[in-house]
């Protein structure tokens, strides 16, 4: 959504070519450092409430445990997961499968509807950025127009302290940062593990720790909006799901164009008989976008939906007596056409492939077996024939205890009489590891179907079955004759 290529009256602005070119680079493609004014505003409360919610679940995450395991866990290197205290494993692949796409149909209804709402309310690296490092930095160095004053300033004992002061910081925050990330990743015993005992004895997980904090470090102290621009895929993605009933941060042109400054002597009754309309071309939605966009140049890919350029337009209307929301939320049909939000076909759709996946992961999750079993016949083993006139054949079972507990199993044949035996006796798999023993099944030659033989197991815990296990049973080939 754009607001048309025009120009009206004093305003002298390009409409037509600001798609042109970054507004983080001049035209040699150098970096333009931006320095974005601190915003005020009811969204901008609203942001730093939700950031403190959310900051504090991201930090206090990885302490949080239910039934013994952590809250959120995701161990490519050892693939093992916990979600909600659940332990996922790679056997669990179809529950991932499902998420995945759970995952990228959200992200479809949820821009479809709302735009980029994600980036600027929610998504880690703007709440980091604008709640976190932005505020140190204008503590340290004050605000925009002062930073731009020290940094135009040539070098002195007093710069140089504030400069390497707030990069300290940064820095701090950063492998307090990665720290954190890693314990998602590890967990926070071991990672508690690394930092107190020998480091010799951690190279790795050191490694990983150091290589975190750096990158950390560059995103925020100097890479800063271009990760948006540059690296995250979602800008673009946008412009494939949004439409004209899309709710973004829009600038209403219809109400502000002709831009033009307002004057004291000029009555605002006037001035729209002079076809200028409410933007006073005062440029204060540009001075606080952290990305460095102008929204009166319509929806922009390097649009994160912040608000600030709406609450710095609504302070604005607010002196000049003008009603707010020259800027606000606001989609292309409702400006244009008066339109109110609503529900598309569209969004009925996606919802419909939204609830079906929710459910069917919701299903899959409840009746998730808590042991996965893998029966084989031992390898080069043949049947043989008992005293007794039996049939036995050797079989090998590999169970993986998806909890954290121990859970002591028994076997049991389901579709045929016979004989089960655990050689090794009592079967006892720890919590969240794999154990293996070998199986004996002695069957009477009149049960046997002529060379093979369908077996089902049962394998149970406290009594209930909790896992069934299919294989085949080798005998003669023809049956019945000792």
Request: hydrophobic residues 45%; proline residues 4%.
């Amino acid at each position: 959504m754009s607001a048309p290529d025009q120009k009206g009256g004093a305003q002298n602005v390009n409409w037509g070519n600001f798609r042109d070119h970054l507004a983080t680079a001049d035209k040699e493609g150098r970096r333009q450092w931006i320095y974005a004014r601190k915003p005020k505003g009811r969204f901008y409360n609203w942001r730093t409430y939700g950031s403190w919610l959310l900051l504090g679940i991201l930090f206090i995450g990885p302490f949080i445990r239910i039934h013994g395991n952590p809250l959120l866990m995701l161990n490519i290197v050892e693939r093992r997961f916990s979600i909600l205290g659940k332990i996922l494993w790679p056997q669990d692949m179809a529950i991932f499968a499902v998420a995945l796409l759970l995952y990228f149909m959200s992200i479809i209804i949820f821009t479809t509807a709302f735009g980029r709402l994600w980036c600027g309310w929610a998504c880690p690296q703007t709440l980091l950025l604008e709640m976190v490092f932005r505020k140190i930095e204008y503590l340290i160095e004050g605000s925009a127009a002062e930073q731009r004053v020290l940094a135009a300033a040539p070098w002195s004992k007093q710069k140089i302290a504030r400069k390497v002061f707030k990069q300290v910081t940064f820095f701090g925050l950063s492998l307090l940062i990665a720290n954190t990330l890693l314990s998602y990743v590890i967990g926070i015993d071991k990672l508690f593990q690394i930092i107190s005992d020998d480091p010799r004895r951690h190279l790795v997980g050191l490694g990983f720790m150091v290589t975190f904090t750096v990158l950390f470090y560059l995103l925020f102290a100097r890479f800063r909006e271009q990760a948006c621009t540059f690296i995250c895929p979602y800008g673009r993605f946008q412009s494939a799901v949004i439409d004209d009933n899309s709710l973004v941060v829009a600038y209403d042109y219809k109400r502000g164009e002709n831009r033009s400054p307002a004057r004291r002597s000029q009555s605002w009754d006037l001035r729209l008989t002079e076809g200028f309309g409410d933007c006073v071309n005062c440029r204060a939605c540009v001075s606080v976008c952290p990305t460095g966009i102008d929204i009166r140049n319509g929806t922009q890919m390097e649009c994160v939906n912040c608000t600030a350029c709406i609450d710095a337009c609504d302070s604005i209307m607010d002196k000049i007596k003008r009603p707010r929301g020259l800027i606000r939320y606001a989609s292309l049909n409702s400006i244009e056409k008066g339109e109110r939000f609503k529900f598309t076909s569209r969004m009925a759709w996606y919802s419909v492939v939204l609830v079906a996946l929710t459910s069917l992961l919701v299903f899959l999750i409840f009746t998730r077996s808590d042991v996965d079993a893998t029966l084989l016949r031992a390898p080069g083993a043949l049947f043989q024939r008992t005293p007794a006139g039996t049939i036995e054949n050797l079989y090998t079972i590999k169970v993986v205890n998806k909890t954290s507990r121990d859970i002591p199993l028994e076997l049991k044949l389901e579709n045929i009489k016979g004989t089960l035996k655990l050689m090794g006796g009592a079967f006892t798999v720890p919590g969240e590891q794999l154990a293996q023993t070998s199986i004996l099944i002695d069957l009477a030659p009149e049960d046997l179907k002529p060379g093979r033989t369908q077996l089902e197991i049962g394998i149970y815990a406290n009594g209930k079955r909790v896992e069934t296990v299919e294989t085949v049973f080798i005998g003669p080939r023809t049956t019945g004759a000792n």
